[in-house]
Antibody
Framework: QVQLQESGPGLVKPSENLSLTCTVS????????WSWIRQPPGKGLEWIGY???????NYNPSLKSRLTISVDTSKNQFSLKLNSVTAADTAVYYC?????????WGQGTLVTVSP | DIQMTQSPSSLSASVGGRVTITCQAS??????LNWYQQKPGKAPKLLIY???DLETGVPSRFSGSGSGTDFTFTISSLQPEDIATYYC?????????FGGGTKVEIK
């Protein structure tokens, strides 16, 4: 049973960069697509993007100019970096296994953008 | 982007009652529609994929139907543990997009 766990700072200042890592356990990252989804407090879900273990990516155009998703197969991890954050980036960030739908999810991590 | 319009935004039903949620896509998405259940403070859980296929381990009281632009999600007999918010999600075109959610409560 694949398990995912997000990690990273819970508080980021406006204009700074948000960095999160998802650690995959119980299976190899080199077998699937891996995605990030976020959810602002009290609101709906927003797809951020996905990465294949080879490093191939696809991003939401609304975030593309600020977003980098990367993978480290040696550590069984993939990561998200979002530049120049604003309060609108405050959300619970989920990592998940899959390209178009998501069977396995991390528990989510709340990232608050505040001075 | 494909817009997903989900309705109602909330509903209440009796235990044992039937619950129906609709999701309308802004363009034809064939059967590329998934349904998730999200309980407070938890990650979403996949219930239905490809519009009508039940994910392994999901109770058979959950079902989905539809194709093209109009989709329906049904709970045939509402149970107390089904209290949650339900989301549709299209995966026909990138960017993937979700409906606004339907909060289901017990009457």
């Amino acid at each position: 049973q694949v398990q995912l766990q997000e990690s990273g700072p819970g508080l980021v200042k406006p204009s700074e960069n948000l960095s999160l890592t998802c650690t995959v356990s119980g299976g190899s990252i080199s077998t699937n697509y891996w995605s990030w989804i976020r959810q602002p407090p009290g609101k709906g879900l927003e797809w951020i993007g996905y990465i294949y273990y080879t490093g191939s990516t696809n991003y939401n155009p609304s975030l593309k100019s600020r977003l980098t998703i990367s993978v480290d197969t040696s550590k069984n991890q993939f990561s998200l970096k979002l530049n120049s954050v604003t309060a609108a980036d405050t959300a619970v960030y989920y990592c998940a296994r899959g390209k178009y739908y998501y069977i396995s999810w991390g528990q989510g991590t709340l990232v608050t953008v505040s001075p | 982007d494909i817009q997903m319009t989900q309705s109602p935004s909330s509903l209440s039903a009796s235990v044992g009652g039937r619950v129906t949620i609709t999701c309308q896509a802004s363009q034809d998405i064939k059967n590329s529609l998934n349904w998730y259940q999200q309980k407070p403070g938890k990650a979403p859980k996949l219930l239905i994929y490809d519009a009508s296929d039940l994910e392994t381990g999901v109770p058979s009281r959950f079902s989905g139907s539809g194709s093209g632009t109009d989709f329906t999600f049904t709970i045939s007999s509402l149970q107390p543990e089904d209290i949650a918010t339900y989301y549709c999600q299209q995966c026909d075109n990138l960017p993937l997009t979700f409906g606004g959610g339907t909060k289901v409560e017990i009457k």
